[in-house]
Structure formats: C-alpha cells, structure tokens
C-alpha cells in the first residue's frame, strides 16, 4: 500500500511516524499502520463467500450461496479472541459480501469492544439507511466501497444493472450518519480509461478516500491477466494518480489517495519528487524505508471463510494452516512451514532484476504471488513492475 496524499503530497511526515511509542502497530492511528516498526498484520477475514453480485475480477470467486463449511459464530469469536491476544490492530471483514452475513454485526461488535479496529470491504448495493446507522452505533471504523468505473463499466463489471447506483447510495447513506466512506477501484485496460471520473466523483460527493488497487491474478481475476496494464499505461496511469491527487491538495482537498499491491510505485513517486521537489524527496525515501515494501506473510494476513490462513487474500491456493486446527497466532509465527519463513524474509530469495534492485529494501520484492501466477516461479521478478533497468540501477545510466 502506496500513499500517494501521505508521500507526495506532504500529508505525513517521518516525525509523524516516530512520535508514537516505538512506531507499535497498536499504538499507530489507521493512516500511519503501513509505517509500523512491528508488522503486526492486519487481518482480511472472507467471512462469507456469499455474493449478491458476480465481479469479473472477484479474487475470492464469490458464489450466489454461502459455502457450507464456513466457520460459525462462535469459531468466528474464537478467531477474534485470539488475534486481539496476538495484538493485531485491525480486521477487515470482507467477502464474498460481508453484510450477507446474518452475524456480522455482532462478530464487528465484539472487535470494537475488544480494542481492536473494525472496517469492511463491501460493494455497497446492501447498505440503506439503517444499515449504516446500525455500523456506526457498533464503531465501525472505516467502509470501503468498490467502484470499476462510472455507471456503465460499472454494471458491467459486476454483472447486475443499477448496481453503480446502488453502491453511491450506500456512499451517501454512510455520508449522513458520519461514518467514514472511501472508494476501491481495481484497475485493468478495461476500465483505466475511467480513473479521472472516479477522481470527479470523489470530488463531488466529497469522499475522503480512494485506493487504486493494481490487478492481481488471483480468483476470477486470473482470466484478466491479458487486461493487465502494459509498463507504459501504469506509469501513465500513477503520473495520472499523482496530478489530480495534487490538485485536489493544491484546492485544500485532503483526500487520501492510496496505490495498493504493485510497490514499483513507491521508487516512481520518489524519482517523480527528485526532479520536482528534493527537499520533499529525501523525506519520502526515508518514509518508505519505514514502510519495507510488500507485506504478504507479514504485515498482511487472511482468513478464509472455511478457517484457511492465506498470507494474503491472493494466496487463495496456498494454505498455511487452519484456525480450526490452531490459533492464527500460532500459524503465523510457525517458521518451520518453508513459505511462511521465506515470505518474512523475502529480499534474501528474489531472483533476476529484483535481487541487484537498488530499491529492493524499500519494496520488499512487490508481488509475489503475481510473479507465481505469470511465470510459475514464486521468485521470479512481478512482471508488473515498470521501472526500467536504468531506474533500478542494472544499466550504465542508472
């Protein structure tokens, strides 16, 4: 995760960082958990792998009806008990559609009250007006709401007319009982061409948040792989990001504006500032060594809706243990499982252009389950990294 607002925009500082106790990933506020010294992971729990809709890109390839080995309430309390023991900060309920799940208010109820933060990742079509007043009496944090483009691509994208209408009603619905609203939108040539009218929206219903997530070849998403952006339209794509993010900044928009799951685009931000804005620059790279890169296996996790632990939610194919088995906590720091171990070290296994990378320590290797997913080698470089030769350093003028 990239923050675009927080690194080239000025919205957090190193200072920022270091004045909580010792950078803990349960002393940091939501904005600044990326830069935690600590790496304790955020949870993705796919609760449910229920869907009223059917995205072309669902990672976790959601179905119409929950799966029947899903983990009941009081396993899903279990879980919950154990990763507050464990000191995770936050858990992020997600899908399928976490609110087709009869229970999630309660399983965010006892998140809240057990000290930890609770935000979902939703397509909004389900959430009316008590729907959001309901969320933000139990203390959600943070709803994220996923957007593929204005109406038309939209809909298309997530095969059910009307649902881009319905999903900014459930922007506005959580707008009036103040609770916090952001956008996700992945991106593929099928819909890049949209990102300047997604920014629009974000201005004109005044969103604080938008993420852009890189695609990932994982689930239903797998058969975009062709879709995927060439080098020349990611970086026309994060120069994009950069301007309007700007703008809005320069028009006293504060918006934060994150890149998510391709860390090529931290190294660009800071070469795009050393031509613009040295000063700034120097502040980045010393943000992004706090940052460390991709968090798979470290700062993220996931908990499938049948109680696998996955070390992201794109890892659906690899299992590193279940919660019916044994706590996460002990799954997660199990290093004698071979993946686990080297996913916590990774810059010591990357192979080709990324082991001599000059930027390596500040981006951990970027996607490794996407280098899997092309190549067939877990180590092979991510082919959706953009940065030239010369830019990582391998050329004579580099």
């Known amino acids: 995760m990239i923050g675009v607002s927080k690194l080239y925009c000025g919205a957090v500082e190193p200072g920022d960082v270091l004045r909580y106790r010792g950078r803990g990933a349960k002393d940091l506020p939501s904005h600044l958990l990326q830069f935690s010294a600590d790496k304790k992971p955020v949870v993705v729990w ?19 009806t929950a799966a029947p080995d899903e983990l009941s309430q009081e396993e899903g309390l279990d ?7 464990f000191g995770v900060p936050v858990v992020l309920f997600s899908g399928g559609e976490p609110l087709m799940r009869p229970d999630l208010y309660d399983l965010v109820a006892k998140t809240v009250a057990w000290g930890m933060r609770a935000v979902i990742s939703t397509n909004g079509t389900l959430i009316d007006r008590d729907t959001a007043w309901r969320l933000k009496d139990l203390g959600l944090s943070y709803v994220g709401i996923s957007l593929d483009g204005t109406q038309e ?89 950069l301007t309007r993010t700007r703008r809005l900044f320069d028009g006293g928009r504060t918006v934060e504006v994150l890149t998510v799951d391709n860390h090529a685009d931290g190294p660009y931000i800071y070469q795009r500032l050393l031509q613009e804005d040295p000063r700034r620059a120097a502040k980045v790279l010393e943000l992004l060594q706090m940052n460390e890169g991709n968090q798979s296996g470290r700062g993220i996790g996931c908990v499938s809706w049948d109680g696998e632990v996955h070390p992201d939610q794109f890892w659906r194919h690899y299992t590193l243990g279940n919660v019916r088995q044994r706590p996460f906590s002990e799954i997660w720091t199990d290093l004698s499982n071979p993946l686990m171990a080297q996913l916590k070290d990774k810059k010591r296994h990357v192979a080709g252009r990324c082991a001599p990378c000059r930027w390596l320590d500040i981006c951990g290797g970027n996607f490794r389950v996407r280098a899997e997913a092309l190549t067939g080698d877990l180590w092979a470089p991510d082919p959706a990294c953009y940065l030239t030769d010369a830019e990582i350093g391998l050329s004579k003028d580099g």
């Open 79 to 85: 879980l919950l008990r154990d990763l507050r023991d």
């Open 153 to 241: 691509i939209h809909d298309r994208f997530r095969g059910q007319p009307g649902s881009f209408a319905a999903a900014m009603k459930g922007v506005t619905h959580c707008q009036e009982r103040g609770l916090k609203v952001g956008l996700r939108f992945t991106v593929s040539r099928l819909n890049y061409l949209e990102v300047p009218a997604i920014f629009d929206l974000v201005e004109a219903y005044d969103i604080p948040r938008i993420c852009f997530y890189h695609l990932v070849y994982a689930g239903r998403g797998s058969k975009l792989v062709e879709e995927a952006l060439s080098h020349g339209q990611t970086r026309e794509l994060v120069d994009l990001i």
């Open 46 to 64: 796919n609760l449910t792998k229920r869907c009223n809709l059917k995205c072309l890109h669902c990672y976790a390839q959601a179905t119409a």
